[in-house]
């Protein structure tokens, strides 16, 4: 058996992770330590991390696989350069920026301050949507499943169906670049003023105040094609050497502009970001989200053509579509989901690193991502030491005491900062890096946004409720563990859960057993004792930045936003009177 480092690196949501025997024991991503939203630069700081909480040296690691290959789809790339000359030189450029990645052993070298003489791995480079493939079959403990990936692009690919049985993923189809899922959603959310990368989510929230205005202009920006569908290129600019994204010298990301003139000819011009939002820019979030879903489904149907079941593995970016994906169990034949919890680019690297260990290796392994808990925890000792370090007030408790206190607190109105266990894999907070509230409290959503989060009016905080209890609040039973379906509330409950029910009656909930997670099962169970209620507000434990990674993190937003209570390990928190800004 080997141990394998797992790498997304050069790429949105720089990450590393480690796979020892078949199992992914530890996975950080970048931004969590360096505090760089969506770093795209080398994970030096998750690599040196992995290593140090996995007590695994260099000269340990038997592989490495990265989530990139640029030798994959060639002649897909020289088929669209032939056909346009003027790109040659382009796609020349873009192959001498991923030539780095064919020497791993110096990036490690020289960021990680590595011995040479101890690199004694196995390079492997991983084709972008095998790897997005592997971080969820081979997470799902299925025998066999149909796959598929959707992103933006990633080695010239947008979209993968595949056939996966055992150790093999075989590729059924592929969507090349320029046609593309992700940049056509990317590009409209630009337009009405959501330029930045990983702005997608927030327009997805926006979609269901809008109406369906733009039906006919949608309709001609996708068409079905024989692999799927085919992006008009009236609506968008030529696609270039980097499709419309760069990375900065400082691991940014930057997004260029995507749509053509076609958007401000006949949708009037662009909205500016922070600017009114106006019921034109809440009709084409409308329209984006429809079309979207529309090809989405379709995809996920021809899959099910190829590979007939009841169960398909998905990840890429567009998995993180958890309205997509929760009308997908309702409208396709697929009835089980497995998403990579990371199912954007971090997920990459504990993906690769899978790849290398079933598919090339032949390691056997009967794991299961029955949680996305991988990431890095903290001592209660140390995080005694922090405390005391900033001089906040605590009071230590035990388990049943600490649970006590934080649920009638949060029974009580008040906005709690929790702060516990090992870090989620993936941008979702599932109860141990979270800021926790009523979820029926009135103007809870408002309070959260004045006094914490500064997030746009619209956009909805998502409910934890006890595994057992899903189908008697929630119209569909398929548990979401890593919060990626949005399902509707039953009616009877929308108004005592109105903190978390969305403008269309739905949640973005997460499903929360307690083999999964015993200390926040047992904190949603100790409020339903107190209100009835077996939801508890969820909403990620950060102010306009990553989420929280280090108990420093922790202690610094508690103390400069207006969060009323902090417990961090067995550490219980509350700011006095005069440290309360009302």
Request: aromatic share 10%; charged share 25%.
């Amino acid at each position: 058996m080997s141990i394998i480092l797992g790498l997304n690196t050069f790429h949105a949501g720089s990450s590393a992770a480690l796979v020892i025997d078949g199992k992914p024991v530890v996975a950080i991503a970048e931004e969590r330590l360096n505090r760089k939203k969506y770093y795209a630069g080398f994970p030096a700081l998750a690599i040196r991390r992995c290593l140090e909480f996995s007590g695994v040296r260099f000269s340990d690691i038997d592989a490495v696989a990265v989530g990139r290959d640029s030798s994959a789809n060639l002649h897909k790339k020289l088929e669209f350069a032939l056909r346009h000359p003027s790109k040659l030189l382009n796609f020349a450029k873009m192959r001498s920026k991923k030539k780095v990645l064919d020497d791993i052993r110096a990036l490690i070298v020289s960021h990680c301050d590595a011995d040479p003489a101890e690199l004694k791995f196995q390079q492997y480079n991983i084709e972008h949507h095998l790897a997005h493939t592997a971080s969820a079959f081979f997470a799902s403990g299925w025998d066999s499943s149909a796959g598929i990936t959707i992103d933006g692009s990633g080695d010239f690919v947008s979209s993968m169906l595949s056939r996966c049985h055992g150790s093999t993923i075989e590729p059924l189809k592929r969507i090349f670049v320029p046609h593309s899922l992700g940049t056509m959603y990317t590009a409209v959310c630009q337009f009405i003023g959501y330029p930045k990368y990983g702005d997608e989510g927030k327009v997805m929230g926006l979609a269901p105040l809008g109406e369906d205005t733009y039906a006919d202009f949608f309709s001609r920006m996708l068409r079905p094609s024989a692999s799927g569908f085919e992006l008009n290129p009236q609506f968008f600019l030529p696609f270039g050497s980097n499709q419309g994204m760069e990375i900065t010298d400082e691991g940014e990301m930057v997004v260029h502009r995507l749509y053509s003139d076609v958007f401000e000819n006949e949708l009037g011009p662009p909205r500016e970001p922070h600017a009114e939002i106006t019921k034109r820019d809440m009709d084409v979030a409308y329209g984006l989200q429809k079309i979207f879903e529309r090809y989405y489904l379709s995809l996920l149907a021809s899959l099910h053509d190829l590979v007939p079941g009841s169960k398909v593995s998905m990840a890429g970016g567009c998995a993180l579509n958890s309205v997509a994906n929760g009308k997908a169990l309702l409208e396709t034949p697929f009835t089980e989901h497995c998403i990579q919890p990371a199912a954007a680019d971090d997920g990459l690297a504990v993906g690769a690193a899978l790849y290398v260990s079933r598919s090339i290796l032949g390691e056997p392994s009967n794991y299961v991502m029955a949680d996305a808990y991988l990431g890095d925890q903290y001592s209660d000792a140390f995080i005694r030491s922090e405390l005391e370090r900033y001089g906040v007030e605590f009071i230590s408790l035990d388990r049943g005491h600490l649970l006590q206190r934080t649920s009638e607190e949060i029974n009580n109105g008040k906005v709690v900062g929790w702060f516990q266990g090992r870090m989620e894999w993936g941008p979702r907070a599932l109860g141990n890096r979270s800021i926790l509230a009523h979820p029926g409290f009135p103007d809870m959503k408002d309070i959260l946004n004045a006094r914490i989060k500064h997030r746009e009016w619209f956009r909805p905080f998502a409910p934890s409720v006890l595994a057992e209890r899903q189908s008697d609040l929630f119209e569909q039973n398929e548990p979401s563990p890593f919060m990626l379906h949005v399902y509707k509330i039953k009616p009877e409950w929308r108004e005592r859960l109105s903190a978390v029910n969305h403008v269309d009656n739905t949640g973005r909930l997460q499903t929360v057993a307690r083999h999964e997670n015993p200390l926040y099962y047992d904190l949603i169970t100790e409020f339903e004792k107190l209100s009835g209620i077996p939801v508890i507000l969820n909403t990620s434990f950060n102010e306009n930045e990553p989420i929280v990674c280090r108990p420093s993190e922790a202690i610094e937003c508690y103390l400069r936003t207006r969060m009323d209570v902090l417990v961090i390990g067995s550490f219980f928190c509350v700011k006095s009177r005069e440290d309360r800004t009302e």
